[in-house]
Each structure stands twice: as C-alpha cells, then as structure tokens.
C-alpha cells in the first residue's frame, strides 16, 4: 500500500519561506512524475508544481520565481521551497505521487 506523508507546514509571516515535504513509503517513486497541489477555502484545488522522473519541473505562474521543487528518489521524498510567501499562499497543500497517490494534505498559513 502506498503511503505519503506531508511534513513542514504552518504559520509564516508574509515574506517568509518554508519548505514543505512528502515521504513515499510502499513504492519506488523514481519512474513517477511528482507534483504539489494547493486548496483553500472555498476554491478548487490548484497545481502549484510538478516535477517528472527526469527532473524537469512546472510552476504555476502565482509562485513562479517563489518556488522550487524537487525530488530525492533515494529518500522516496519530493520537497517544495517556498519563499516570499503571500497571504494568498495560505492553503492545504497536498503532494502527489503518480495518477492516484494523494497525500493527506499539510496547511500552510501566511499572516502577520
């Protein structure tokens, strides 16, 4: 059973960073594309980024510049750094694994 777990989030202050985590267990993550998505309230969950088994990665254009991802396949784990955060960040963030494999979802709060 495939299993992945979020770590890092929490308040920032808006100008801050973070760097959010999820560990897979269950499964060799190297041949999957990985990626992080965001919900807030009240709104569609959103892409913010992807990386492919190959290493290239996708921004969306509201943390282009702001984030980066990326993935160790040895530690089955795929991270998100987030700097020069913004109250509009404030989200569940959830990572992704393949097609199916979602993650339980970390909250991210930017506020003063």
């Known amino acids: 059973q495939v299993r992945l777990v979020e770590s890092g989030g929490g308040l920032v202050q808006p100008g801050g960073s973070l760097r959010l985590s999820c560990a897979a267990s269950g499964t060799a993550v190297s041949i999957y594309n990985m990626g992080w998505y965001r919900q807030a309230p009240g709104k569609q969950r959103e892409l913010v980024a992807t990386?492919?088994?190959?290493?290239?990665?996708n921004y969306a254009e509201s943390v282009k510049g702001r984030a980066t991802i990326s993935r160790d396949n040895a530690k089955s784990t795929v991270y998100l750094q987030m700097n020069s955060l913004k109250p509009e960040d404030t989200a569940v963030y959830y990572c992704?694994?393949?097609?199916?494999?979602w993650g339980q979802g970390t909250q991210v709060t930017v506020s003063s």
């Open positions: 992704k694994v393949g097609y199916i494999w």
């Open positions: 990386i492919t088994s190959s290493g290239t990665t």
